[in-house]
């Protein structure tokens, strides 16, 4: 007997919490994080894998077939499961949960039509001040956060679709407007994803976003004896991105030039300047390849005291 809810979460760890609580209905994880490199609309696509894999190969050295085992395989799964009536939706606050949230949700406004669509997202919670993951709830709080699920209109999901389409565009700037004017009650934590999404474009500055900026003050705040140090850091007082551990290797590899040392961590003079906005090192960090979804991150600078985007003219 096929079971009449089917459950997608926003990775592993809600996945098997879920089974061990015995949640009824098949559950999916989805595995992707579509806040880094380059996206398009037309999400389950050939070519939207195609663009995914070369974007994860290239940045994060990872395989074809590591890449068809935890990813296509899954998808796969997904696309078998036509029959549930009810789609529960596990996400978090934070722009990684958010971006690939809304992914989730246009694809199921096209291959999915008239199924009901329901979101658990964590967040707020009373207890705490502080937002938290589902990975952080007690069972009991996370059996209350399935009983005050919300149930997605059609509103809803065409709102949820036209934010994802917007975010693959080539360009932010009706982001950077519509997210302001045309708020959604029910995805309650998007409006502060998406502005967390557009300060990773470059500050027009010191060429340097808000992530890459702050890494460079925590290295220089602190004293590390290793990179692991200063990304558990990093961790621990990311605002609400929802990064892992690798996705700050990554950037710090990519700032390898702001550092003399990662043993112990010091930065260089030219990483000093360019943090204290003494030099501006746009210029030699652009890259045509570089992508925030889908739009050029080094076409736009993003202007601290008005903030807003600019776009850069060739």
């Not at 890494?215 to 220089?220: C, E, F, G, H, S």
């Amino acid at each position: 007997m096929i079971s009449p809810k089917l459950h997608i979460t926003n990775g592993d760890f809600t996945t098997k919490r879920l089974e061990e609580l015995n949640f009824e209905g098949k559950v999916i994880t989805w595995r992707e994080m579509l806040c880094e490199g380059k996206t398009t609309a037309d999400v389950g696509s050939e070519s939207f894998w195609k663009i995914r894999f070369e974007f994860l190969k290239t940045s994060y050295k990872v395989s074809k077939q590591k890449f068809i085992d935890n990813t296509l395989k899954e998808y796969r799964n997904l696309c078998n499961e036509k029959a549930q009536d009810e789609i529960i939706l596990w996400f978090e606050h934070d722009l990684f949960c958010q971006v690939n949230m809304l992914a989730v949700i246009s694809w199921l406004k096209h291959y999915r039509k008239g199924r009901q669509i329901s979101l658990v997202c964590s967040g707020k919670i009373n207890t705490q001040k502080k937002l938290v993951s589902l990975s952080e709830l007690s069972k009991n709080q996370l059996q209350e956060h399935y009983k005050n699920k919300i149930t997605l209109t059609k509103d809803d999901i065409e709102y949820a679709d036209y934010i994802w389409q917007l975010y693959c565009s080539d360009s932010p700037l009706q982001l950077e407007n519509i997210y302001k004017l045309d708020k959604n009650n029910t995805f309650s934590y998007l409006e502060e994803a998406i502005k967390n999404h557009l300060l990773r474009f470059p500050s027009i500055e010191n060429g340097l976003n808000h992530i890459e900026n702050s890494i460079l003050k925590t290295a220089n705040n602190n004293q590390f004896e290793s990179k692991t140090q200063l990304v558990n850091k990093l961790l621990i007082n990311q605002e609400n991105y929802g990064f892992a551990d690798s996705q700050y290797f990554n950037k710090i590899d990519q700032l390898k030039n702001m550092f003399t040392s990662f043993n112990p961590i010091k930065l260089s003079k030219i990483g000093k300047k360019v943090l204290h906005q003494q030099t501006n090192y746009y210029g030699k960090i652009r890259s045509d390849f570089s992508y925030l979804g889908g739009a050029k991150k080094y076409s736009y600078l993003y202007v601290n005291t008005t903030n807003k985007l600019l776009k850069i003219t060739s």
